[in-house]
């Protein structure tokens, strides 16, 4: 898609779309395909899904800052809402479309065995750090595999990240 054709239908289109940014090598793309059908299916007529061949677009994914693929922004009257890069759950998918659909940020939310890979590494550095001495660093590096594993649900990190997230569009804009 060229980038004018793109900017036209930010611009034109008064309700919420979901831009998929994709290509057909890509694993992690082929893996949401499922997904992203389903919620077409569960979200038709309220939020539109566009695809986009990345291979075919590279001037349109350089003006949106596209570094990766699979990825997905959520617009809605004409703005950007939310942004998402790296494969996705079912329930991950349908609350990107979710939000989109409610104009709200996006929060990806870890699953079960997610959380697990990110608390066995902290529950490892923790030993690690109090037979050892203790060696603070490796209590610090479990602090932060630990807070990795709960930043989702965490009420303070919401509220912060979305004040930075809005400072960053605002100095950006300017």
């Not at 979200?43 to 003006?63: C, H, M, P, R, W």
């Not at 990240?161 to 569009?169: D, F, P, R, V």
Request: some cysteine; aromatic content about 12%.
């Amino acid at each position: 898609m060229k980038r004018s054709a793109f900017e036209t239908k930010v611009k034109n289109n008064k309700g919420p779309f979901v831009a998929e940014f994709w290509a057909p090598w890509c694993g992690p793309c082929k893996m949401m395909a499922p997904h992203l059908a389903k919620a077409e299916n569960e979200y038709k007529g309220k939020v539109e899904l566009l695809k986009i061949n990345a291979d075919e677009s590279a001037e349109l994914l350089s003006a949106l800052g596209i570094r990766g693929i699979p990825t997905m922004i959520g617009y809605n009257h004409g703005r950007e809402v939310a942004r998402i890069t790296g494969a996705m759950t079912l329930a991950n998918v349908m609350a990107f479309f979710a939000s989109t659909q409610e104009s709200k940020a996006f929060s990806r939310h870890l699953s079960l065995v997610e959380r697990l890979l990110r608390i066995i590494p902290a529950l490892f550095f923790f030993y690690l750090g109090a037979v050892s001495g203790p060696a603070y660093w490796m209590l610090a590096v479990g602090v932060v595999f630990l807070f990795l594993s709960v930043y989702d649900r965490c009420p303070l990190y919401k509220a912060i990240s979305g004040q930075i997230k809005n400072w960053a569009k605002r100095e950006g804009s300017s």
